[in-house]
Antibody, heavy 119, light 106 residues
């Protein structure tokens, strides 16, 4: 059974870089059929896609966040990572990692990790 | 950016009711539309993709329709487990979500 688990600091200071990792178990991140993505949800608000990547390194990002986002993959560790630079309070959210199928459908999700941006 | 607008924002209904949620895209997205269900404190769950294809394991009381810019999610007979927030999502060009529709107990 595929499982995804987010990990990383729950508190980040303004202007710093948010860094999260998604550990994938029960399946290989190198599968040729899937992308792997990050989605976030501010408290009490809706969902926002951040970006996705293929195990080979191909990425695509939300244009509104593109200048601040980097998604990378470590196939040897079977995990992928998110970096979001120059964070502000507006970046406070639950961050989810997910498996993306059929270009844009997210069928397996992690439980999410709450990141608060505050000094 | 393709904007997705859902209506209503909140819907009050009773067990057994037929429920319909509408999602409109700011430009044509063909049938590249998915629906998700989210319960409090949980990750979203994929219900429907390509506007009308039911994800494996999703009960048949859920159905989706539409193409172009107008889409609907219908729950034929609302069950206690269905009280949740529902999101549409376009996957035609980048991916964007609607603002959500909360289905609450009447």
């Amino acid at each position: 059974q595929l499982q995804l688990q987010e990990s990383g600091p729950g508190l980040v200071k303004p202007s710093e870089t948010l860094s999260l990792t998604c550990n994938v178990s029960g399946g290989s991140i190198s599968s040729s059929s899937y992308y792997w993505g990050w989605i976030r949800q501010p408290p009490g608000k809706g969902l926002e896609w951040i970006g996705s990547m293929y195990y080979s390194g191909t990425t695509h990002y939300n244009p509104s966040l593109k200048s601040r986002v980097t998604i990378s993959v470590d196939t040897s560790e079977n995990h992928f990572s998110l970096k979001l630079s120059s964070v502000t309070a507006a970046d406070t959210a639950m961050y989810y990692c997910a498996k993306e199928v059929r270009a844009g459908n997210f069928d397996f999700w992690g439980q999410g990790t709450l990141v608060t941006v505050s000094s | 950016d393709i904007q997705m607008t859902q209506s209503p924002s909140t819907l009050s209904a009773s067990v057994g009711d037929r429920v319909t949620i509408t999602c409109r895209a700011s430009q044509s997205i063909s049938s590249w539309l998915a629906w998700y269900q989210q319960k409090p404190g949980k990750a979203p769950k994929l219900l429907i993709y390509k506007a009308s294809t039911l994800e494996r394991g999703v009960p048949s009381r859920f159905s989706g329709s539409g193409s172009g810019t107008e889409f609907t999610l219908t729950i034929s007979s609302l069950q206690p487990d269905d009280f949740a927030t529902y999101y549409c999502q376009q996957n035609n060009n980048y991916w964007t979500f609607g603002q959500g529709t909360k289905v609450e107990i009447k």
